[in-house]
């Protein structure tokens, strides 16, 4: 790892500090499924197969706003090789979703189709062909009704309706305001209003979803499936079955990447696998194509941004007012939370006394938005740290100046109530501009190369409205192995890792040692989910409390033993010793062996993890979200081909205070590859649609960052920052969205300075900088980088 | 009835004979015919590389080549790469212990492509790395380190010659 030898003092110091303390923290293990996922043998959902397993399709809208008037299936029953047909009516009528006031989903439509994709019917066959031709076979009546695509439209009066629930098309709103905007504004010396705008973003995992449903004569459901976060599904799927959770099993498979692209939620291909299964008495699978993948849903929202900043002569930010129109698609999802979002953090990482925010999620008649990593935070960091670089430039300061000038400390409260416990954002400042050597760049590249800065902030964890704790159970074997059993799932992240290396540490055994179990709901304890970037510090508290008292009962027994009190033993290197007495011991498996066979004991710890703050309402905004947040800054470098407009990215530095990075190795991947994600959004992401009909649902026109488009290796640097979060399991908070939420704006500085061109809507597409550096020649301006100051 | 064509295959060094639609895939076929799942079903257009498999030591997207031109070829799926359960090739322990794996859907067919490029290119650029695995989405590490996972394998099989590989 080139890398380990560039770090410098403090973090080797903390390394060396880091091996004495711990035995299995801070290491850079390899992820626990890496080898498996090497030789091919770890199994997916589409890797699974039954006997007797069925295929099953869906028919999908092809219309954006609908009527069902009928729908005539029997064509498609009498297929040969067809076993089941469903329809909207063969569910209870129950819409499912996330919170209470957003429930709109129904497993397939029953009166309206919402747009192009909506599912409409489902067939089981015995081949995915055979499905495929019985789509074709259902004939189903429509009344096209008007449809409405651009949000704005959609909130005019006489705009075509989608849903009797929500009247002007709004599917949920955020309005707050903080401390006195009003007053913030009045007393400031410059006041600066821009709008922002922002692009669909699909996820782009690449595992399809996927799933195969038993529903058996008895009435018990099995799911099996690749979802980041199978209590909700579980939940979800009850609900829109109209029974009891306990009724159904959902075991997790291997997750081809979550980053909330639908594995989150049950989706209509969960509803139709188990009925399926019911009606044709055999179990049914149910993957999607890529084209199905990128058409459904769970977009990034696109978001309109207005943003009016006040702030004083010598950088000191007074008031923000933010407004937000976002494209919210046809359904839901989890968009109340979505547009509590961007207002709640809308000054972190920066201080902020004064802040007035209002945000419209609009329903439209196009695929639906959702979480996506960062969740809303890139769109909003995008705009923010864009329009700091222009404030910045008009008072003749440096952008590095103006946000140390204005970075928030810890222990400071945000007017909204976010309690900053840990929080190095100046140092994430300080040695991010070391590391891409800032002050020997900026203002001083040739033309055509930039500079710029993104600053961003995450939670650790976000406190839902309904279930937010986490639990973990730990059963210790009498070879001295661990059976680490939680709820929640490894979509690649490293959780099967991290939170194994917990109980490892803990309990003193190897990490080998440590068998980390998937979501099977019949065995694991509940849990929220993979989301948010709470898996590490929610679950990962729980484990460490399970370990914990995993260690006392063993301690116990041992102290016993060995004639001792159970405070002065060490559990370390699958051995129990005493403290001052090294030699007076004995090894870990022969503890559990005596526990087991002479005293008749099982040890199993328990441990449950909630952060004990106030629930949020998420219209009204005012409280602590996430027990602890994290800061972060990234400069990326860029160079700019004035003949094409093509931006490619040469560089990119960044620092996160993660608390402190359980396995380096794993933190270092997870910022690099939130990182790149971010540069697709900025420069070429795009999911283009016209009259609700995406044009580009595959990989060869939806671009994602190539191997060849991401810097030199040499130019690609991570640093952590160690603050110890007092309430993180061994200090650690988030790291796996926080470092890319300013990677966006970063970009859009850089070419900024690069080109002079100020771009305010994603992507920075080609087309967008040879429009701005024509403009500029026209009015005779020069590049940023070569104006002074 | 269907046309059913008869083909050979030699998959991993083991010989299989099958019956099988013409317009049958490789991919479908080794997934659900040989149950050799280690190769990914996902754009199923050639753009994402997660269904590659090695035909005659050359990187092939599966999803896109009919199995009856498999024909009298030597597959290589990710399930025939380590020499045993014991024993992996150097670029499976590379990527696993550099964190080139995180969900690991790309993983086999990013392994077999490096592999076929190491034979030609034993020597490898930073760059000629980042071309030859174009081919190859991953949306979890920003390729980084991958590209360093190959970097070492790369180095780790010059040290060892012939010995190592297939």
């Known amino acids: ?789 | 009835m269907k046309h059913l064509l008869p083909v050979s295959l030699r998959v991993n060094g083991e010989p299989y004979d099958l019956l099988i639609p013409p317009w049958r895939t490789l991919l479908e076929v080794l997934r659900e015919n040989l149950s050799l799942t280690g190769a990914k079903r996902s754009c199923q257009e050639g753009q994402c590389g997660t269904c590659t498999v090695l035909i005659d030591r050359k990187p092939i997207n599966s999803c896109l080549y009919l199995a009856v031109e498999a024909q009298d070829k030597e597959i290589l799926t990710i399930e025939g790469l380590a020499r045993s359960a014991e024993v992996l090739h150097p670029l499976q322990r590379a990527f696993a212990e550099r964190g080139a794996i995180q969900c690991g859907f790309c993983t086999p067919g990013l392994i077999l492509a490096a592999k076929a490029f190491l034979e030609e290119n034993p020597n490898p650029s930073e760059d000629e790395i980042r071309r030859a695995v174009v081919g190859h989405l991953c949306r979890c590490t920003g390729y980084f380190q991958i590209i360093e996972a190959i970097l070492a394998a790369a180095r780790e099989m010059a040290g060892k010659g012939a010995q190592v590989g297939h």
């Open chain 1, 1 to 789: 790892m080139p890398r380990r030898a560039r770090w410098p003092g403090r973090e080797h110091r903390l390394a060396i500090e880091t091996m004495q303390e711990h035995s299995i923290i801070g290491r850079p293990v390899p992820k626990k499924d890496a080898w498996l996922k090497a030789t091919g043998e770890a199994k997916y959902a589409d890797d699974h197969s039954l006997p007797g397993m069925l295929y099953g399709k869906l028919l999908r809208s092809p219309h954006p706003h609908a009527r069902i008037l009928h729908i005539d299936t029997s064509k498609a029953e009498r297929l040969p090789g067809v076993r089941a047909v469903a329809t909207g009516k063969d569910f209870p009528g129950i819409k499912y979703g996330n919170l209470p006031q957003t429930r709109d989903y129904l497993p397939l439509a029953l009166e309206k189709v919402r747009y192009i994709g909506d599912e409409v019917a489902a067939v089981a066959a015995i081949d995915e062909d055979m499905a495929e031709e019985a789509l074709d076979l259902i004939q189903v009546e429509y009344e096209i009704l008007p449809a409405v695509f651009d949000p704005e439209e959609a909130m005019q009066p006489g705009a075509p309706q989608l849903h009797d629930h929500a009247p002007d098309n709004i599917s949920s709103q955020s309005a707050f305001h903080f401390g006195d905007a009003d007053r913030g504004f009045a007393d400031s010396d410059l006041i600066q209003e821009d709008i922002f705008e922002t692009q669909p973003v699909k996820q782009g995992m690449l595992e399809p979803h996927a799933c195969i449903g038993l529903w058996d004569n008895t009435g018990k459901i099995t799911l099996w499936a690749s979802k980041q976060s199978p209590y909700v599904v579980w939940r979800q799927l009850a609900m829109g079955l109209g029974i009891e959770p306990g009724k159904i099993r959902l075991v997790q498979t291997y997750i081809g990447g979550g980053f909330s692209g639908g594995k989150q939620e049950a989706m209509p291909m969960d509803f139709c696998a188990v009925l399926l299964s019911k009606k044709s008495g055999r179990p049914v699978k149910f993957v999607h194509t890529m084209d199905e993948v990128l058409t459904i849903g769970h977009l990034r929202h696109p978001i309109k941004i207005w943003l009016k900043t006040g702030i004083k002569k010598d950088g000191t930010l007074l008031a923000q007012h933010c407004k937000i129109i976002a494209n919210g698609g046809a359904y839901s999802s989890i968009g109340q939370l979505s547009m509590y979002i961007p207002g709640a953090m809308l000054n972190l990482p920066y201080r902020l006394p004064n802040v007035k925010y209002e945000a419209y999620r609009i329903y439209t008649n196009n695929g639906f938005c959702g979480a996506m990593r960062g969740h809303t935070l890139p769109q909003i960091c995008f705009a923010r740290d864009s329009q700091l670089d222009i404030i910045a430039a008009k008072l003749g300061v440096d952008p590095i100046e103006i946000r140390l000038k204005n970075a928030a400390q810890p222990g400071e409260v945000t007017p909204n109530g976010f309690r900053l416990t840990t929080f190095g954002f100046t140092e994430c400042l300080q040695r991010v501009v070391e590391a891409s050597q800032w002050r020997e760049k900026h203002g001083k590249l040739p033309r055509y190369r930039g500079i710029g800065i993104g600053c961003g902030s995450l939670v650790s964890g976000a406190r839902l409205m309904g279930h937010s704790s986490s639990t973990a159970e730990i059963k210790v074997q009498e070879d001295g192995t661990v059976l680490l059993v939680t709820g929640s799932t490894d979509v690649g992240q490293g959780a099967d890792t991290v939170l194994s290396m917990i109980a490892a540490e803990v309990l003193g055994v190897q990490l080998d040692d440590v068998r980390f179990a998937m979501v099977d709901t019949d065995i694991t304890p509940v849990d929220p989910g993979t989301f948010s970037s709470r898996v590490t510090f929610w679950t990962g508290n729980a484990v460490k409390l399970a370990a914990e008292d995993a260690r006392r009962q063993l301690a116990e027994i041992a102290a016993q033993k060995l004639e001792a009190n159970p405070e002065d033993l060490i559990f370390r290197d699958r051995q129990v010793y005493l403290r001052q007495q090294p030699q007076r011991g004995l090894s870990f498996g022969e503890l559990v062996r005596l526990a087991e066979y002479r005293l008749g004991r099982i040890i199993m710890g328990k441990g449950s993890y909630t952060s004990g703050e106030e629930l949020i309402d998420f219209r009204t905004g005012y409280g602590n979200m996430s027990p602890a947040y994290t800061p972060s800054a990234c400069v990326v470098e860029v160079e700019v081909d004035p003949e094409t407009g093509q931006v490619t990215v040469t560089g990119i530095w960044g620092a996160h205070d993660c608390g402190f990075p359980l396995n380096p190795m794993l933190v270092r991947g997870q910022v690099l590859g939130a990182s790149v994600m971010c540069i697709g959004q900025a420069l070429y992401e795009n999911l283009i649609r016209t009259q609700g009909k995406v044009m580009n649902p595959s990989f060869r026109d939806y671009k994602m960052p190539l191997a060849t488009d991401v810097p030199k290796l040499a130019n690609v640097e991570h640093i952590n920052i160690i603050t110890r979060d007092p309430s993180g399991p061994f200090g650690a908070k988030e790291a796996g969205e926080g470092a890319a939420t300013g990677v966006i704006a970063a970009v859009a500085n850089a070419v900024y300075h690069a080109t002079g061109v100020r771009i305010k809507s994603l992507p920075i597409s080609p087309g967008k900088v040879l429009f701005g550096l024509k403009e500029m020649q026209g009015k005779g301006n020069k590049p940023a980088n070569l104006v002074k100051g």
